[in-house]
């Protein structure tokens, strides 16, 4: 199956199958050759992205629900194709606890499970927050229509920049993390803006208080931060 039916059928099909409906919920994979298809369902928002090797070659997400073994969702964003952006996707769908099934003309493709999407961290975030030079925390208010989201599973995340008004994408990345004992650690797989940093790990502390996540260490680019991020309602 080629790239490019796979992304023009996978979520764009209304296709019947006589679905066993488990949680969607975490992060999934799929391998095409030597294409990865890294999926993750949070909260109500999908990220769908992939990747061939240390290139990234595109991604999407948007907001979803499940109706009748349907994914129902509407694009936010699409690295692709921004024509794509505010129109509705759905796709039937069968879940097992280790495998997800969906629909393309070709036939069938199955996802691996990768995690449950169980973790302290698990969540769709948004910054609210950032640490001044004297030390107190000035709240971050939106403006405009632009948006940054970031979203962890239980063991991968990313995070997207976009402005679905504008139908803009400006960047993205993601890869496998781990948090304990108040280490937070990310290991890079793709980077849509600099693929040279693909492999490697960042380091930064990180804490949960009330609710919020607290992040601190070092940029990529070497600038210390301490940020302080909200889940999405």
């Not at 969607?24 to 909260?43: P, Q, R, S």
């Not at 993390?177 to 693929?195: L, M, Q």
Request: glycine letters at 10%; proline letters at 2%.
């Amino acid at each position: 199956m080629r790239i490019i039916l796979f992304i023009a059928f996978i979520f764009g099909s209304t296709c019947s199958i006589y679905a066993q409906t488990a949680s969607i919920t975490g992060a999934w994979e799929f391998n095409e050759d030597d294409k990865t298809h890294h999926l993750f369902f949070m909260d109500g928002m999908y990220f769908h992205t992939v990747s061939q090797g240390s290139k990234f070659i595109m991604t999407r997400g948007g907001s979803y629900e499940i109706k009748n073994d349907q994914i129902k969702s509407t694009i936010l964003f699409n690295s692709a194709d921004s024509s794509q952006v505010g129109l509705p996707m759905n796709v039937n769908f069968s879940a097992t606890d280790n495998a997800l099934s969906l629909h393309a003309p070709e036939g069938r493709v199955y996802f691996k499970r990768i995690d449950d999407g169980k973790a302290p961290l698990a969540g769709v975030w948004r910054i609210t927050g950032r640490m001044q030079e004297d030390g107190k925390i000035a709240a971050i208010h939106q403006s405009g229509t632009r948006q940054t989201y970031k979203m962890l599973t239980g063991t991968k995340f990313q995070w997207v920049a976009i402005d679905p008004e504008k139908k803009q994408f400006s960047g993205t990345g993601g890869g496998s993390y781990t948090f304990k004992d108040g280490k937070y650690t990310e290991n890079i797989e793709f980077f849509s803006r600099d693929n040279s940093r693909v492999g490697a790990s960042l380091a930064f502390d990180g804490k949960l208080e009330d609710g919020a996540w607290h992040h601190s260490g070092l940029s990529s680019k070497g600038a210390k931060i301490y940020e302080v991020w909200s889940r999405i309602k």
